[in-house]
């Protein structure tokens, strides 16, 4: 089974363009399953169920989601293997742009927004830097010279990926993605492999629970404004 992970901003129209890969798989009659990992509330896994294929979801509710990501993602996988599925993707909110849900040795796709503004390439961190492919969706509805521009900055952010414009509406530049993912991704034992980034090296107090403000209730990891 090959695990392709997804990852990017709210909104910015992953579950729309996985749903087209998807189809696209299955006029190929490869068995595809689907995970969504997401913060308090998402019915994604019914329009995954809808499409016919094994779907499952999970909600990471007062965790940070990341984390909760990659302490599943093993039993995500088992689940994977059980299915006899020859794909697996999961999809992540991507809510912190400290931390990135992405595996070293596993294919990492980041889905970004062309609306979300012209420097959110340079504002998202490791979750669009360190990403093997990266898709800018809603391009079609700015002009030439809005998407050159951002594709550059996305460019600047990630300079060793693969930058594709795709339409998870009318599935233009889909079929091409689908190649590359069967092209670039592989079989893996997900035990067997390493996060890309580290996640934050310690904890505050707020990561514990506080609530009370100020200095005397600040323990752990401190960092002040200059």
Not at 27 to 48: H, M, N, P, R, W
Not at 58 to 81: F, M, Q, R
Not at 141 to 164: K, L
């Amino acid at each position: 089974m090959r695990l392709v992970t997804f990852a990017g901003p709210p909104a910015s129209g992953k579950t729309t363009v996985i749903c087209k890969i998807i189809k696209c798989f299955q006029q190929e009659d490869i068995s595809v399953g689907a995970v969504k990992f997401d913060c308090l509330q998402t019915e994604d896994d019914k329009i995954f169920g809808d499409m016919g294929i094994p779907s499952k979801k999970g909600l990471s509710a007062e965790l940070c989601p990341d984390h909760y990501y990659i302490t599943n993602i093993p039993d995500v996988y088992s689940w994977g293997k059980k299915n006899d599925l020859r794909y697996l993707f999961t999809e992540s909110a991507g809510l912190c742009n400290r931390c990135s849900p992405y595996i070293k040795n596993i294919l990492s796709v980041c889905i970004i927004d062309q609306l979300s503004g012209i420097n959110s390439p340079q504002k998202i961190g490791p979750l669009l830097k360190l990403a093997d492919m990266v898709l800018i969706t809603k391009g079609d509805i700015v002009s030439q010279a809005e998407r050159e521009v951002f594709y550059r900055r996305v460019q600047m952010s990630n300079p060793h990926g693969e930058i594709y414009f795709v339409n998870g509406l009318t599935g233009q530049g889909i079929f091409e993605i689908c190649e590359r993912i069967k092209a670039l991704s592989t079989e893996r034992v997900i035990e067997e492999q390493t996060l890309r980034f580290p996640m934050p090296m310690a904890l505050c107090s707020y990561c514990l629970g506080e609530t009370k403000i100020g200095e005397e209730y600040q323990i752990g990891n401190v960092k002040k404004i200059g």
